[in-house]
């Protein structure tokens, strides 16, 4: 498991597949940990032999989330999810969208949530064009970072 920059990520996943291994990627915000997310962080390992996270930055979730989001630094983000077992390599985006660094990563895999159409997914097209493929897996109902953060924000103090 590790932290790693672009350049450095880069370069561990042109090894792990100069060793045979088959690359998974996927994206998002982490921001408040949730069951859905680990469930759907298993099943996004369960596709090949390495998991690679991109996570959006700090500056990358400011230019699209609510005020006062992220809740949880990147660094800290990055921590914790680097810490759970499925989780091969996390790599800190700063861009909206992580086409570029799809390209830098040449995933064999790509993994969304169903709540996307192929086409809309940012890198999706790259992977297709070097012969890998693109995964929608079903989201958990009822698991969100904005509805704890509702809920939170919600429920009476004593």
């Not at 790509?110 to 097209?125: L, P, R, W």
Request: aromatic letters at 6%; a negative charge.
């Amino acid at each position: 498991m590790a932290i790693l920059d672009r350049k450095q990520a880069a370069g561990l996943c042109r090894q792990w597949r100069k060793d045979g291994n088959s690359i998974v990627f996927t994206n998002g915000c982490f921001d408040l940990i949730h069951r859905g997310h680990i469930e759907n962080l298993q099943t996004c390992k369960s596709f090949g032999d390495k998991l690679v996270i991109g996570m959006n930055s700090d500056i990358s979730i400011r230019k699209f989330k609510e005020e006062g989001r992220p809740i949880i630094t990147g660094c800290d983000r990055a921590v914790i999810i680097d810490a759970l077992e499925v989780v091969d390599l996390v790599v800190l985006f700063d861009e909206d969208r992580p086409q570029k660094l799809v390209q830098e990563l040449h995933p064999d895999i790509m993994v969304k949530g169903d709540d996307y159409k192929v086409e809309e997914i940012s890198g999706a097209a790259d992977v297709l064009s070097w012969g890998g493929r693109v995964e929608l897996i079903p989201l958990k109902s009822g698991y969100s970072t904005s509805s704890i953060i509702d809920k939170i924000i919600h429920t009476p103090r004593k």
